[in-house]
């Protein structure tokens, strides 16, 4: 823990501090047999730090099945954390009583990764859309529907579209329609799991700019989880890499793209398809074998298996989250 | 699809009655169904009018008369008459108003308690699945109609407690579903997103989960109206149900049985009569999930 409070008097940005996580863990337990005896954890997280600062775009990388998403689903309070502290506005999360906790939600809100199963296949989009604005009475009983009018036109739909129902719409409507509903709670931070992850590539960079617009006009900061680097550089202004649970490598967009510190995330560099002229080529490197198992992670080094650099120390160590360079945060022992 | 509404505006009446007529041919055996379910509904509300005869009148010197179109039959008892000389044909009609009453009502019980509980087990999971799973499993493996007869006793037969033995004997069914399917759309994203937005429990259970439960629960439910009306048949031809003289097909079953052999009327009409409500409930709830889905619903 103590590299976790280190870390957040890293720099004077203090005041700006929209949400901070530290050293979040989630355990899923596994249950067997009849009477649910738990024969195991996955260890989705494990000891995750970071801050997201007010206006700032986070990119959270890795590969499907290194816990980004549960981290995005700690924030919004869809799972419990198994340790760790969730901090909003220098406010722990956990622990809010009722009120407060309708207050917290409204503030963050989440972008899901699947346009289809997102929206309620049984209610009109201007329902999808104004519930929140209802229930939460964020408008005036008559003015509702003015604003998902308003809405609607804010992320680039029309407003003869409310009395649609979802399946009516083609995948990038649809995420624009989810986009809007987050926007009905008027959140300053949005939380994007895998938004674009769904849709066609023509598609992505429209939805990305949009994001990029909304973030301007209504002074949001971002949370984007992704498995694809391509997309976070677009609009990322810091991103965190994550393996198998752990964050492993932290930096500025520029930091990560031009000087990758860690080998996990030279090799997702080397994954990115780039057209090159043919005598700059470098020798790219590609990782071998697979992800292992969240049940039971490698000691020392979790990710020892796979690294084209490992040590014998690697293997029995666990690595620290270093600084070493502006802001440039590192878990390796290739840089003790 | 697109070329009709192309020419549309000037004959719109007549391509309104065509499009009508495509969706009913699309649904053809729902149409069935419904016109089985509609010509049963008709019966049981205006049964007193077409009726040609007084369901319990009795006439010892006509008993056992064949139907009209066979031999000795007459023309006044269409479907001939049973071992009291009662008008065979007035008796299944009247008959159709307690199966739907109790078919109905029946259902209308189970939905309400196996919805109910499903929502919860479903959605809070864990000690309350538990218990609420392990009741299902303890109903599900006791025999229907051992629990309904022991029930009965209890209560004493008529046609209440009938719907009341029926409705706590056939909920678990219902249980189920609703369990496995909350368990499904509570991890849905549109569920995670109304959790996310602070609505409360109760709403998302009912403004989220519910709606997308109902095609699953109307398709259920007509089968299970089906089988009520069987099991009400089954009550009565054991003499559990509903009493004599009142018309049940299920009782009308049970005494025409002793005469099988020789006078099979009295047993196969009333027969039928079970089996074709049943078949239109059927086809009914096959064609009522097509449309409430909103993707197969064309506009």
């Not at chain 1, 816990?67 to 924030?75: F, H, M």
């Not at chain 1, 971002?222 to 810091?238: F, G």
């Not at chain 2, 259902?107 to 864990?126: D, K, P, R, S």
């Amino acid at each position: 823990m103590n590299q976790a409070k280190h870390f957040h008097d890293e720099s004077g940005y203090r005041e700006n501090r929209l949400l901070e996580i530290e050293g979040l863990t989630k355990h899923f337990p596994i249950r067997k047999g009849l009477l649910g005896k738990t024969v195991g954890h996955v260890h989705a997280v494990d000891d995750v730090s970071l801050a997201i600062n007010r206006g700032e775009t986070v990119g959270l990388v890795g590969e499907s099945g290194c816990g980004k998403s549960t981290v995005g689903r700690c924030i919004l309070k869809l799972y419990e954390p198994t340790n760790g502290k969730i901090c909003y506005k220098g406010k722990d999360i956990e622990g809010l009583d009722k009120r407060n906790v309708v207050h917290f939600r409204s503030k963050i809100q989440m972008i899901f990764q699947d346009p289809y199963a997102s929206l309620n296949p049984r209610m009109r989009v201007r329902d999808i859309i104004g519930e929140a604005i209802r229930v939460h009475r964020l408008a005036d009983r008559h003015t509702w529907k003015e604003r998902v009018a308003q809405l609607l036109d804010d992320v680039g739909l029309q407003a003869d579209h409310m009395v649609r129902y979802p399946h009516e719409f083609s995948g990038g409507q649809r995420q624009r329609i989810g986009i809007a509903r987050a926007l009905a709670m008027m959140p300053e931070l949005i939380v994007a799991d895998e938004p674009v992850s769904a849709l066609d590539v023509s598609i992505q960079a429209q939805i990305l700019n949009l994001l990029d617009r909304l973030k301007e006009k209504f002074d949001l900061s971002y949370l984007v989880i992704a498995h694809d680097l391509a997309v976070v550089e677009h609009i990322a202004d810091r991103i965190a890499v994550m393996y198998l649970g752990n964050l492993v490598e932290l930096a500025s967009d520029r930091d990560l793209y031009l000087d990758p510190k860690h080998p996990y995330t030279r090799a997702l560099m080397d994954a990115i398809p780039k057209a090159e002229a043919g005598a700059r080529r470098k020798k790219r490197r590609f990782l071998q074998g697979d992800v292992p198992s969240p049940i039971t992670p490698p000691p020392g080094c979790r990710f020892h298996t796979r690294c084209p650099e490992a040590k014998e120390m690697c293997k029995k160590q666990v690595p620290i989250l270093r600084l070493i360079g502006d802001r440039h945060w590192v878990r390796c022992h290739l840089y003790d | 699809m697109t070329a009709t509404a192309v020419y549309a505006t000037p004959r719109r009446q007549t391509n309104r009655i065509r499009a009508i007529l495509r969706k009913a041919w699309h649904l053809r055996l729902g149409v069935v169904g419904g016109l089985i379910i509609f010509a049963m509904l008709l019966v049981a509300f205006g049964v007193q009018w077409i009726t040609p005869h007084d369901p319990y009148e009795q006439n010892i010197m006509q008993r056992l008369l064949p139907p009209c179109w066979m031999e000795g039959g007459v023309s006044s008892h269409i479907l001939g008459t049973d071992h009291v000389g009662r008008d065979l044909l007035s008796r299944i009609l009247y008959g159709t108003r307690i199966s739907l009453v109790v078919g109905l009502s029946a259902v209308v019980l189970q939905i309400v308690i196996g919805v109910f509980l499903g929502l919860l087990a479903g959605y809070y999971g864990g000690k309350v699945d538990s218990i609420i799973s392990f009741m299902v499993n303890v109903m599900m493996g006791f025999p229907f109609i051992l629990l309904a007869i022991s029930l009965i006793a209890v209560l004493g037969p008529s046609l209440q407690n009938i719907v009341i033995a029926l409705g706590c004997t056939g909920w678990p069914v219902f249980t189920r579903v609703t369990r496995v399917e909350t368990i499904k759309l509570k991890e849905r994203e549109f569920v995670l997103a109304a959790v996310s937005q602070a609505f409360s429990t109760l709403r998302i259970l009912i403004r989220h989960i519910l709606p997308n439960l109902l095609p699953s629960i109307l398709v259920l439910g007509t089968v299970e109206v089906a089988r009520a009306i069987i099991r009400e048949s089954l009550l009565s031809f054991l003499g559990l149900g509903i009493q004599p003289p009142t018309p049940s097909w299920g009782m009308m079953l049970a005494e025409g049985r002793d005469y099988m052999l020789m006078e099979w009327w009295l047993a196969a009409f009333p027969g039928l009569a079970i089996f074709l409500s049943a078949l239109g409930i059927n086809l009914l709830g096959d064609a009522l999930r097509d449309v409430t889905d909103p993707h197969t619903r064309k506009d």
